[in-house]
């Protein structure tokens, strides 16, 4: 496994304008997650967090700084470009599910192969295998409502994983879950981290979780320091 980061954020400035006033979230936030490796973001409510996330994300462009997902600078990159590698190199769990009402467990973890390209028997396979290892092999016909909380949770990650991402991005993956839940389901993503060798950051409040990360990174006045 190679020791380069697979997630570097350099400098990362991000400021917003609202009724004329300047709010400066990120002011030079600097990061690297190296493989195999799980880092807590953590910070107050609107220190920055899933601004941070967004950006690492390639879902927004910060207003200066650098940003590398393996190696490749991505913030001037074309749109198009980094669809892609969202697509291809990152995985992102939110607090809530966001799965599929209308689709079955399985078919939430399919379509995003799908997407990518993968036909769909290899799809499947890979579907099955993923919530088999999430401890999910008798809900692959569930549809998300006549699942548990912890059981959609799951499924979420399977999805996140499903095209083998390099980077996998979490905001408050369990912060909808009851104390036990959130344990167990962390289990299984640190799990799936370590077999992996993903790097993944993860935004969180829970401070027994984020101590059982291997590093924890704060948001603090637009900065990131360690813990
Ligand atoms: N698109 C936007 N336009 C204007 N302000 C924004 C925008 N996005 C975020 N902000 C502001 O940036 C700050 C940081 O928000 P962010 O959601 O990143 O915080 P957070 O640390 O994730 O908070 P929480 O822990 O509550 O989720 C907040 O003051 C928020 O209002």
């Given at each position: 496994m190679s020791s380069a980061p697979t997630l570097e954020l350099r400098q990362v400035v991000q400021t917003f304008y609202q009724a004329g006033n300047a709010i400066e979230?990120?002011?030079g936030a600097s990061l690297s997650v190296l493989p195999g490796e799980m880092v807590a973001l953590v910070g107050p409510s609107g220190a920055g967090k899933s601004t941070l996330l967004q950006i690492a994300g390639l879902l927004e462009r910060p207003r200066a700084g650098e940003v590398a997902i393996a190696g490749e600078r991505c913030e001037r990159l074309p749109d198009r470009r980094r669809t892609r590698l969202r697509r291809e190199r990152l995985g992102f769990i939110y607090?809530?599910?966001?799965?599929?009402?209308?689709?079955?467990a399985l078919e939430n973890v399919v379509l995003p192969q799908m997407i990518a390209g993968r036909s769909r028997r290899a799809a499947r396979e890979r579907a099955r295998e993923l919530l088999a290892r999430l401890g999910l092999d008798a809900r692959e016909s569930h549809r998300p409502s006549r699942l548990s909380g912890g059981e959609q949770q799951r499924v979420a990650i399977a999805r996140a994983i499903a095209n083998a991402p390099t980077v996998l991005l979490a905001d408050e993956?369990?912060?909808?879950?009851?104390y036990e839940t959130a344990d167990s389901v962390f289990t299984s993503l640190l799990d799936i981290v370590r077999t992996t060798g993903l790097a993944a950051l993860v935004a969180t409040h829970n401070v027994p979780l984020a101590e059982r990360m291997d590093r924890r990174l704060a948001l603090e006045n637009g900065v990131l320091v360690s813990l």
């Amino acid at each position: 496994m190679s020791s380069a980061p697979t997630l570097e954020l350099r400098q990362v400035v991000q400021t917003f304008y609202q009724a004329g006033n300047a709010i400066e979230v990120l002011k030079g936030a600097s990061l690297s997650v190296l493989p195999g490796e799980m880092v807590a973001l953590v910070g107050p409510s609107g220190a920055g967090k899933s601004t941070l996330l967004q950006i690492a994300g390639l879902l927004e462009r910060p207003r200066a700084g650098e940003v590398a997902i393996a190696g490749e600078r991505c913030e001037r990159l074309p749109d198009r470009r980094r669809t892609r590698l969202r697509r291809e190199r990152l995985g992102f769990i939110y607090q809530f599910h966001h799965l599929l009402a209308e689709f079955s467990a399985l078919e939430n973890v399919v379509l995003p192969q799908m997407i990518a390209g993968r036909s769909r028997r290899a799809a499947r396979e890979r579907a099955r295998e993923l919530l088999a290892r999430l401890g999910l092999d008798a809900r692959e016909s569930h549809r998300p409502s006549r699942l548990s909380g912890g059981e959609q949770q799951r499924v979420a990650i399977a999805r996140a994983i499903a095209n083998a991402p390099t980077v996998l991005l979490a905001d408050e993956p369990t912060g909808n879950l009851d104390y036990e839940t959130a344990d167990s389901v962390f289990t299984s993503l640190l799990d799936i981290v370590r077999t992996t060798g993903l790097a993944a950051l993860v935004a969180t409040h829970n401070v027994p979780l984020a101590e059982r990360m291997d590093r924890r990174l704060a948001l603090e006045n637009g900065v990131l320091v360690s813990l």
